[in-house]
């Protein structure tokens, strides 16, 4: 089971932003890799890869955006908020199927 | 460019059965699995199935098994989603998308999503 919080966050443009999310069992594979995934979907689009194992920013996904955590408890971080931003963010593991998602946190602009 | 391109709106009645398809463009269909996704009304994702489309090898969640099937066809690079004996739970958008076989990167190339009705 993944958790997030907050499940709402209202951001100010050029402030940071962090969310949280966290699995009921450990993501950490033999690899050494942390098998979670944040994903953007913004209004009425399709889902998008922003991180992938963790830390890794996917190809496109601007430099503002990190992933950090390991095993059970992971974060997302904004480092300065763009309009562009507002959306909602999942998490999701890819360890074990199914794969799993969190209930999502949605941003929005204050 | 790399795209998956789905089919259109589904209007199903309880019972029926329905088929959606993800044509793949721009890269080797076979080097990467497909992956169902669906979000109902107000919920978050909910992981399918997926697919290996070269072997035909593939998984689906427990919570389908028996009316959930994800046939392709590799010469037009095509995967298909088929759900059967559908009732209003399954309303939904459902998404299909990609990973790459030899390691992984996510869920990165999805299809713009087909929304599947089911009403009397």
């Known amino acids: 089971v993944m958790t997030q919080s907050p499940l709402s966050l209202p951001v100010t443009p050029g402030e940071p932003a962090s969310i949280s999310c966290r699995s009921g069992?450990?993501?950490?594979?033999?690899?050494?890799?942390?098998?979670v995934d944040w994903y953007l979907q913004r209004p009425g689009q399709s889902p998008q890869l922003l991180i992938y194992?963790?830390?890794n920013r996917a190809s496109g996904v601007p430099d503002r955006f990190s992933g950090s955590g390991s095993g059970t408890d992971f974060t997302l971080k904004i480092s300065r908020v763009e309009p562009e931003d507002v959306g909602v963010y999942y998490c999701?593991?890819?360890?074990?199927?199914?794969?799993?998602f969190g209930p999502g946190t949605k941003v929005d602009i204050k | 460019q790399v795209q998956l391109v789905q089919s259109g709106p589904e209007v199903k009645k309880p019972g029926a059965s329905v088929r959606v398809s993800c044509k793949a463009s721009?890269?080797?269909?076979?080097?990467?699995?497909i992956h169902w996704v669906r979000q109902a009304p107000g919920q978050r994702l909910e992981w399918m199935g997926w697919?290996?489309?070269?072997?035909?090898?593939?998984k689906l969640s427990k919570k389908f098994q028996g009316r959930l099937s994800l046939p392709r066809d590799t010469s037009a690079s095509i995967a298909y989603m088929e759900l059967s004996s559908l009732t209003s739970e399954d309303t939904a958008i459902y998404y299909c998308?990609?990973?790459?076989?030899?390691?992984?990167?996510?869920?990165?190339?999805w299809g713009q999503g087909t929304t599947v009705t089911v009403s009397s």
């Open positions: 998308a990609r990973i790459k076989l030899d390691y992984y990167h996510g869920l990165d190339v």
């Open positions: 069992q450990s993501l950490l594979y033999s690899n050494g890799y942390n098998y």
């Open positions: 697919l290996n489309p070269g072997t035909g090898y593939g």
């Open positions: 721009g890269y080797i269909f076979t080097n990467y699995t």
């Open positions: 999701m593991q890819p360890l074990q199927t199914p794969f799993t």
């Open positions: 194992l963790g830390s």
